[in-house]
């Protein structure tokens, strides 16, 4: 093998663990940024959640106070998470057991999350579920073009997620 095909198989690979690294970053600023009423909350939040991390163009699927809910844009995403973030008083999210593939300018990926978080209501509540997450690569860096949440559980937090006491 060439020193010169080495080199760019090197650089092949430095270029997707770098990828990688940007995805999973730009994942951890989705969480953050959906965090809500704790120390920790981003002043500008909602602007950085819209601008820096969804592409112009995303579809969101997720499941809000009203039932399954779709959101095509970053218009129809801000105005949902106006009407539906600010409703909880409390939530932080822990993303976990990412998996990723990349190619080229796209990803797929999928986040196991957890997120305790107190409701409209102020019941404690714990969600888990998986976000299946599709990415561009966009000028200024990678984009989520495509996020579906999968619901697992959301319960209050003094029942159990299986609906039976043991």
Request: charged share 30%.
């Amino acid at each position: 093998m060439s020193l010169e095909v080495r080199i760019e198989e090197l650089e092949q690979e430095l270029r997707a663990l770098r990828d990688r690294e940007r995805i999973c970053n730009l994942m951890a600023d989705y969480f953050a940024a959906v965090d809500v009423g704790w120390e920790a909350e981003l002043p500008d939040k909602r602007e950085r959640l819209i601008e820096s991390v969804f592409a112009a163009d995303v579809v969101v699927e997720m499941i809000t106070g009203s039932g399954p809910s779709v959101f095509r844009g970053r218009t129809a995403l801000r105005e949902a998470y106006d009407r539906d973030f600010d409703a909880y008083p409390f939530g932080i999210h822990y993303g976990s057991n990412p998996r990723l593939t990349i190619d080229g300018d796209q990803a797929d990926g999928a986040w196991h999350v957890f997120a305790p978080c107190t409701d409209p209501e102020g019941v404690s509540r714990w969600f888990g579920g998986r976000y299946l997450v599709e990415f561009a690569r966009a000028p200024e860096g990678w984009r989520i073009s495509r996020l579906v949440q999968q619901v697992a559980f959301f319960t209050a937090f003094d029942r159990p997620w299986s609906g039976r006491a043991g």
